[in-house]
């Protein structure tokens, strides 16, 4: 009798959530293809202000001009419903984004990410985020983006430590996402990870492709290791990134990275699914975390306890919607 009712429980929660999950943003949105500039910005000019608690917008610091800025045209933006930074909770004595001179050329100005201490409680633990949102978009469906990143060398500290690092997240894109109830929730992620226990000679970047499976997490249904490039650090990269969303078939996922003075390394180049397996209406990437920082307790605290810094800068920030690889 027990087992009875346990079971009819979950039918009961599964049945409920199904039920409560909506339509994307994008249902029955008329779309092109035509290749559309969405944001380029070199952050000089400009300044990270309170929105919320929670959340920062920037806007430009320039007052000699009448033309509305890259900011302001970025939030009436046909494509995107909101740009933002958010941290989800937490005070700026813990997390914050800032425009500031960059680490090795005190003339130009670039995008902070910095994490203090966890922040976000998630069940018996915390979590930290600071992260550049899209949400709420329309007609992305096929994504590009390139921006220079310089990691801290306090990060690589973590090469030292006991543990492996899987969960250092710096990019995800949604489709469709899982707080939004929209349903079949997808997402494509890159962290930073360390694959091993002990010391590290290397540290790397991964990318896969998971699907919401509800009651039961996370399911992979794909997942790759970049092993043929050791992440630098103390160095700015630039990163070129593709996106185009599509099934097993027709989706791929494409990442380079070219170090300052070095030479260009195609990390991943998957054609899978970009998409949920069971997505019959694929209507682009509503909810896009462009430029991310977000990581569990254990690392944050690690690196805190060490008095090592878990920052990073980003630069020259260029998006496209229906751009081709090719071009």
Same mark, same amino acid.
């Given at each position: 009798?027990?087992?009875? *009712? ?94 500031? *001179? ?226």
């Amino acid at each position: 009798m027990k087992r009875f *009712k346990t079971l009819t429980y979950i039918i009961i929660s599964i049945t409920l959530v199904f039920a409560s999950c909506k339509k994307s943003v994008n249902r029955n949105v008329e779309c092109d293809d035509i290749e559309e500039l969405i944001l380029s910005t070199d952050f000089s000019n400009c300044e990270v202000y309170e929105f919320t608690k929670k959340s920062d917008k920037i806007h430009s610091t320039d007052t000699t001009s009448n033309n509305s800025s890259v900011w302001d045209e970025l939030q009436s933006h046909h494509s995107i419903g909101d740009f933002h930074i958010s941290y989800e909770d937490g005070t700026r004595d813990q997390r914050y984004a800032e425009i500031c *001179k960059d680490p090795m050329n005190a003339e130009n100005d670039v995008l902070k990410f910095k994490i203090i201490e966890p922040h976000i409680r998630e069940g018996t633990h915390k979590k930290g985020r600071v992260q550049a949102n899209f949400h709420d978009n329309q007609c992305i469906k096929e994504y590009y983006q390139t921006v220079r990143l310089y990691l801290h060398p306090d990060i690589e500290f973590l090469k030292q430590w006991e543990e492996q690092v899987h969960w250092l997240s710096l990019f995800e894109f949604w489709n469709n996402a899982n707080w939004t109830r929209e349903r079949n929730p997808f997402r494509v992620t890159v962290n930073l990870i360390k694959n091993v226990n002990g010391p590290a000679e290397n540290m790397y970047f991964a990318a896969k492709g998971d699907r919401d499976i509800i009651l039961g997490g996370w399911d992979p249904i794909w997942y790759e290791t970049a092993e043929n490039f050791s992440v630098p650090f103390g160095i700015w990269m630039e990163i070129e990134m593709y996106l185009l969303e599509g099934d097993e078939s027709t989706g791929r996922f494409y990442m380079a990275i070219t170090p300052e003075n070095g030479e260009k390394s195609v990390l991943f180049d998957v054609y899978n699914t970009t998409q949920h397996p069971r997505e019959n209406y694929p209507d682009g990437y509503t909810q896009i975390n462009a430029l991310k920082f977000y990581t569990t307790d254990k690392i944050i605290n690690q690196m805190k306890d060490n008095n090592k810094k878990l920052e990073i800068y980003w630069d020259d920030w260029i998006v496209y919607r229906s751009k081709d690889l090719t071009d």
